[in-house]
């Protein structure tokens, strides 16, 4: 059983930066793919990001590419979204997601495991 718990979503403007966190419990965090999803109003959840369990592999969508990176540090079972050059359209509630049964950075939503609560990133224009 793995928690998470997003932090640092915030209001921005737009050509700013945040930083989200994800901590999660549990002994074997250093053993899941760790991904970022976000479902803004009216739309479908959709992937953003993901790293495999040594940050080896990661995957972006191509809608936030060169502007977000995922870092993970195993020693703090803590999973990052560093997001620049924020943009109106990245408005969305982000939740980090465990993924434990795949090596890689899988971008399907079906494949992860737990999820956390979100947290919301506004960006104002």
């Known amino acids: 059983q793995v928690q998470l718990l997003e932090s640092g979503g915030g209001l921005v403007q737009a050509g700013g930066s945040l930083r989200l966190s994800c901590a999660a419990s549990?002994?074997?965090?250093?053993?899941?793919?760790m991904g970022w999803f976000r479902q803004a109003p009216g739309k479908e959840r959709e992937f953003v990001a993901a790293?495999?369990?040594?940050?080896?592999?990661?995957n972006y969508a191509a809608s936030v590419k060169g502007r977000f990176t995922i870092s993970r540090d195993n020693t703090k079972n803590t999973v990052y979204l560093q997001m620049n050059s924020l943009k109106p359209e990245d408005t969305a509630v982000y939740y980090c997601?465990?993924?434990?049964?795949?090596?890689?950075?899988?971008?399907?939503?079906?494949?992860?495991?737990?999820w956390g609560q979100g947290t919301q990133v506004t960006v104002a224009s």
């Open positions: 997601a465990a993924d434990g049964g795949s090596p890689s950075a899988g971008t399907d939503s079906v494949a992860y495991d737990y």
């Open positions: 549990g002994r074997t965090f250093s053993r899941y793919t």
């Open positions: 790293s495999s369990w040594n940050g080896g592999l990661r």
